[in-house]
């Protein structure tokens, strides 16, 4: 599996910026799809899934009500529309899919194939 992800980009606080993940390949295994975010000096953290089969999305609670997740199935491709962005949530981007099971899906380690990441740039 080929992940290709775009959208990041610098913008002010309160503002919005779509991502976008691609996937090609070897998909029809693929579970679940996720975004990460890693910030300099930090772990990288989960931030948001979808179930690929049947759409159920799952947050971390700092993201919930302001980003949501989506996908388009037919395109192979799943989306991170972030609403309402804070400067603390700067970090390079990253989605993910994952063969796993939902216990996994909030861990790096659930997830087998990453994108290249995105930078995402909030000023204050």
């Known amino acids: 599996v080929q992940l290709q992800a775009s959208g990041g980009g610098l913008v002010q606080a309160g503002g919005s910026l779509r991502l976008s993940c691609a996937a090609s390949?070897?998909?029809?295994?693929?579970?679940?799809m996720g975004w990460f975010r890693q910030a300099p000096g930090k772990d990288r953290e989960f931030v948001a899934a979808?179930?690929?089969?049947?759409?159920?999305?799952y947050y971390t609670d700092s993201v919930k009500g302001r980003f949501t997740i989506s996908r388009d199935n037919a395109a192979n491709t799943v989306y991170l529309q972030m609403n309402s962005l804070k400067p603390e949530d700067t970090a390079v981007y990253y989605c993910?899919?994952?063969?796993?099971?939902?216990?996994?899906?909030?861990?790096?380690?659930?997830?087998?194939?990453w994108g290249q990441g995105t930078q995402v740039t909030v000023s204050s």
């Open positions: 993910a899919t994952s063969t796993g099971i939902l216990s996994t899906i909030r861990q790096t380690s659930g997830y087998k194939y």
């Open positions: 979808i179930r690929r089969s049947g759409g159920s999305t």
């Open positions: 390949g070897s998909i029809f295994s693929i579970n679940f």
